[in-house]
């Protein structure tokens, strides 16, 4: 079932009489229950496709529909009320820096209204649920920058929300931290069936905790489908930058004679197999490493490399043939240097 629909949606700005197009046409459903990556580079359009999912961002065309309604169609009272279905957590943590960590837990429960005592006994409920109830009477100059976060996700889930927006919340922590808050995204996930929307320009966070992602490149919607398919075969020039740490350019294996570079991707079952040992014995020929991965994606092994083949058109369609047998993916790499 399709908890977030977007049919159609345009968000245009006008920014000294020209026309910005930021989303143009999108198509997107994500079902209940899911950890939903979207992704893209800078200025790709992905933080205003999340800020047009709580209508922070009206859409200039299209609709945006929770549980089947169509927040276009609701007065501002009735869209503030949705809206408290729908938590946000951000990049900067936007954490009130006069207020103690138990007070900005407080403070949305407060605006809806809520008693001090009942909106206190709930905060530190929700302090606990992100292992950082001993930290209730500190202030936020006084925290990490992974203690900030886990605030801002335990402020994000003070209103019960259905929906968990989470826009680049990771960028600005550490490897280790970054790990830390991944992990209480997926038990949140998991122990409260929150649907998560993860906004992202980094495939490691999506390959960490994501189910299904879709990936967008100058305000279009490029690629979408199951994470694990996507990183084993991308198929858009986005796709396959995002997968990389720099531009490369791939083209079908078919036209393999014009380059010596390929990309394999093995399946969880060959990922500490000898593959390449067992190619060299198998075909007498050595191939050169570039470069070699082991990542989880979606929970499972997945290991990539980069090889340079030998030359001879016919030795590399035998050794692409052999790997294809083996079940892995395989794609030609055009490096621009």
Sequence with gaps: MSEIEIKNLTKEFNIKDITVKALDNINLSIDKGDIFGIIGMSGAGKSTLVRSINFLEKPTNGQVLI???????????????????????????????????????????????????????????????????????????????????????????????????????????????????????????????????????????????????????????????????????????????????KKIRFSPVETLHEDKKIRIVFEENSAYEPVIANLILKIGTPVNILKANTKNVGGKAVGEMILGLPDGEEIQNEIIDSLKERGLSVAEVREDV
């Excluded at 820096?97 to 209204?113: H, I, R, T, Y």
């Excluded at 925290?143 to 900030?148: D, E, R, V």
């Excluded at 320009?201 to 905790?209: G, N």
């Design 67 to 245: 549980d089947g309604v169509d927040l276009a169609s609701l007065s501002e009272k009735e869209l503030r009320k949705k809206r408290g279905e729908i938590g946000m957590i951000f990049q900067g943590f936007n954490l009130l820096e006069q207020k103690s960590v138990l007070d900005n837990v407080c403070f949305p429960l407060e605006l809806a209204g809520e008693k001090r005592k009942v909106a206190r006994k709930k905060a530190i409920e929700l302090l606990k649920t992100v292992n950082l109830e001993e930290k209730a009477k500190a202030y936020p100059s006084q925290l990490s920058g992974g203690q900030k976060q886990r605030v801002a996700i335990a402020r994000a889930l003070a209103t019960n929300p259905k929906i968990l927006l989470c826009d680049e919340a990771t960028s600005a922590l550490d490897p280790q931290t970054t790990e830390s808050i991944l992990t209480l995204l997926k038990e949140i996930n998991e122990n409260l069936n929150i649907t998560i929307v993860v906004i992202t320009h980094q495939m490691s966070v999506v390959t960490r905790i994501c189910k299904r992602v879709a990936i967008v490149d100058n305000g279009v919607l490029v690629e979408e489908g199951v994470v694990e398919d996507i990183f084993n075969n991308p198929k858009t020039d986005a796709a396959k930058e995002l997968i990389f740490d």
